[in-house]
């Protein structure tokens, strides 16, 4: 089977954890190259792991003929000149979300890879999730009846993260807005299959020039006239999400919904006699949604077809990301 050779962009704990694992675990793709700003320490990480290429150069990781694309999970304010640099070198982009520090730079990012005929996919990969799949099933077979509100919720602590960066304004562009609370925004936006037409935020502390909020609250409203809420914080003991679609019929819920590897509780109450419901629960597997990702990817080169999650996908959830963080800074 032909494979698509990857080189990984960034190549920090958050790669070596989940991106090159993933890679390795997709049945039509392969990783030959990494790049860290230390040359020394990409040798160390692609001896350490059997890469063959290591290099401290975006450019010449791109230039290198035995990479065909490139995952890019670098900090956000990089992600705009790496892509540009890939699409213009000839290779296909996989990059983080957020796609970007803001909309003028997703515009670019779309531009330059249209411009030199490559692919970009960007790594909202909670929308390839079987519960999402199975949520946005239900809501469309009208059994929950119309959906009034759709509740999100991301938090975890960030203060042991090994991303020191996404507390840096300058190189995350925003807080738990941008790195998880897009994550809440995305999906709600998919199940829905609508457009934001209104945005309201609250961020805490404000964001400055060097340090990103800590805790923000978005409220939405959609063009098929659902409200939607998003609640993520860098402030807490623990790690979890949540999310909660209400319809005029029926309720969808279920924890962790953003995690991979894992059996994941969907529970569903129908309108009953009784203001308590019935209840009913299913279970359902979620894989590995970064191998599904790069594995989707892949396949999207290999046959010459638009990714699913395309420039276009990151483009809209970046001019609600930069509403909601604009309103934050004018506070």
């Known amino acids: 089977m032909q494979k ?64 065909d694309a490139v995952f890019i999970v670098s900090a956000n304010s990089t992600h705009c000149k790496e ?14 979300k957020p796609m970007a520090m803001n909309v003028r730079e997703a515009e670019e990012m779309i531009s330059a890879c249209e411009k030199n005929s490559v692919k970009l996919m960007v790594g909202h990969m909670v929308r390839l999730s079987p519960l999402i799949a199975r949520m946005k099933e239900i809501i469309r077979s009208g059994t929950i009846g119309d959906v009034t509100a759709v509740k999100t919720e991301f938090i975890y602590n960030a203060r042991i ?35 934001v037409v209104s945005v309201k935020s609250l961020l805490t502390p404000p964001p400055t020039q060097t340090r990103t909020e800590s805790t923000a609250t978005v409220l939405l409203k959609f063009s098929n006239g659902t409200l939607g809420s998003i609640f993520c914080s860098y402030d807490s003991p623990i790690r979890r999400s949540f ?30 006699n009784n203001e308590e419901g019935n209840q ?10 970064y191998t599904e990702e790069v594995t989707l990817f892949s396949e999207c080169i290999l046959k010459n077809t638009e990714p699913v999650i395309s420039g276009s996908v990151g483009l809209e959830n970046q001019l609600v990301l930069n509403e909601a963080l604009r309103q934050g800074l004018a506070r």
């Not at 190259?33 to 290429?53: C, F, G, H, V, W």
């Not at 892509?83 to 983080?96: C, N, P, S, W």
């Open 83 to 96: 892509t540009i640099a890939a699409a213009r070198a000839g290779k296909h982009v996989l990059v983080e």
């Open 280 to 289: 009913t629960v299913e279970r359902i597997v979620v894989p590995n949604l």
């Open 4 to 67: 698509i050779r990857y080189g990984i962009i960034g190549f920090g704990a958050f790669a070596e954890r989940a991106i090159a694992p993933a890679i390795r675990q997709s049945s039509n793709s392969e990783l030959t190259a990494i790049q860290k700003r230390s040359l020394d320490a990409a040798k160390q990480k692609a001896a350490q792991y059997e890469i063959p290429l290591a290099f401290d150069s975006v450019e010449q990781l791109v230039s290198c003929p035995d990479v």
């Open 161 to 195: 993260s090994q991303r020191a960066w996404v507390l840096d304004q300058k190189l995350a562009g925003g807080g738990p807005l941008f790195d998880i609370g897009v994550h809440c925004l995305d999906t709600t936006r998919f199940i829905l299959d609508a457009d």
């Open 243 to 272: 999310i909660e679609v209400v319809g005029t019929k029926g309720l969808l819920s279920a924890t962790d919904f953003t995690r991979s590897s894992l059996t994941i509780r969907l529970t569903r109450i129908q309108l009953s």
